[in-house]
Nanobody
Framework: QVQLVESGGGLVQPGGSLRLSCAASGFTFSSDTMYWYRQAPGKERELVAS????????NYADSMKGRFTVSRDNAKNTMYLQMSSLKPDDTAVYYC????????WGQGTQVTVSS
C-alpha cells in the first residue's frame, strides 16, 4: 500500500532554514508527480510546491518562490523541501501528497518558526 512518511520538521528561528523529507513506498515513485502541502492552525490546507516525476518541472505557490526548493531522488524514493528565509507565517504542518486515482497523504511534520 502507498505510504508517505515526512520528517525533518522542528523549531527554527525566523530567517532560518530547514529541509523536509518525504519517504515514499508502495508505488512506483519515479512515475508520479509529487506535492508538498501545508496547513497552518485555523487555515485550510494549501499547496506549497510540486515536482514532476523526473524532477524536471517544479512549481511553487507565490509566497514560497525564491525561498523554498523542491527536489527528489528517485533512486531513494524520497522527495525533499528545502526551506530558507523562514517566517513565522510558515508555521504549519507540512504534508507530502501523491495523486494516484485517490490522494494519499503522509502524517505530516510540524514546522514552527518562532524566536
Amino acid at each position: 500500500q502507498v505510504q508517505l512518511v515526512e520528517s525533518g520538521g522542528g523549531l527554527v528561528q525566523p530567517g532560518g532554514s530547514l529541509r523536509l523529507s518525504c519517504a515514499a513506498s508502495g508505488f512506483t515513485f519515479s512515475s508520479d508527480t509529487m506535492y508538498w502541502y501545508r496547513q497552518a492552525p485555523g487555515k485550510e490546507r494549501e499547496l506549497v510546491a510540486s515536482i514532476s516525476s523526473t524532477g524536471g518541472t517544479t512549481n511553487y505557490a507565490d509566497s514560497m518562490k525564491g525561498r523554498f526548493t523542491v527536489s527528489r531522488d528517485n533512486a531513494k524514493n524520497t522527495m525533499y523541501l528545502q526551506m530558507s528565509s523562514l517566517k513565522p507565517d510558515d508555521t504549519a504542518v507540512y504534508y507530502c501528497n501523491v495523486r494516484r486515482g485517490v490522494s494519499y497523504w503522509g502524517q505530516g511534520t510540524q514546522v514552527t518558526v518562532s524566536s
